[in-house]
């Protein structure tokens, strides 16, 4: 454990001791130990600048829907097992739509609930470039198609995202 204030942390008229310190056991972060008389009491305050090696990620929450092939599966459960008879009974063209469009929106608000999901900012990533995450987002598109495409279209995918790994692999350790 280490002692990081060295200077007096309390000064009276009649003595001077260093009563208030701040113990560490991290020895080499310290950059910068300062005690600072604000003037409001006989003890002054004790300032310690640190460096962390540790990345900082902040996160934010975003509400989202999620689109799973057991959420599209469900959606269209929901759609098939609707009647339909207040769109169809309707005399009025508006009100036929406005029925329609109060069932459809209420199965697609079960099936696809927003849910609260947590979006990193990453630091310090000079590294990616912005071929990268333009790599990156093609990918994912390439990802989202890949239940109705064709064979020849899976093995150009899986190309692309072996070839997508290892450009990011080689950014990774250049960076």
């Excluded at 000064?11 to 005690?35: E, Q």
């Excluded at 339909?84 to 029925?99: G, I, K, P, R, T």
């Excluded at 990156?136 to 239940?147: A, D, F, I, V």
Aim: proline share 3%; charged share 25%; net charge positive.
């Amino acid at each position: 454990m280490i002692n990081t204030v060295r200077s007096p942390t309390r000064i009276t008229p009649t003595t001077i001791s260093l009563i208030d310190v701040i113990i560490t056991n991290k020895g080499s972060p310290i950059l910068n130990t300062a005690v600072v008389d604000l003037g409001f009491s006989d003890h002054h305050a004790q300032l310690v600048r640190t460096d962390t090696e540790e990345k900082i990620c902040s996160t934010k929450t975003s509400m989202r829907r999620q689109f799973t092939c057991k959420c599209i599966a469900e959606f269209k459960h929901l759609l098939s097992k609707e009647a339909w008879n207040n769109v169809y009974n309707c005399s009025d063209v508006n009100f036929s739509l406005e029925a329609f469009l109060a069932t459809f929106l209420h199965c697609f608000n079960v099936a696809f609930p927003f849910k609260r999901v947590n979006l990193w900012e990453r630091p310090n990533q000079k590294w990616l470039s912005k071929d990268l995450i333009v790599s990156s987002k093609r990918l994912q598109t390439l990802n989202k198609r890949t239940l109705t495409l064709m064979d020849e279209a899976l093995i150009y995918i899986a190309n692309y995202q072996r070839i997508y790994k290892r450009v990011l692999r080689e950014a990774k350790k250049k960076g």
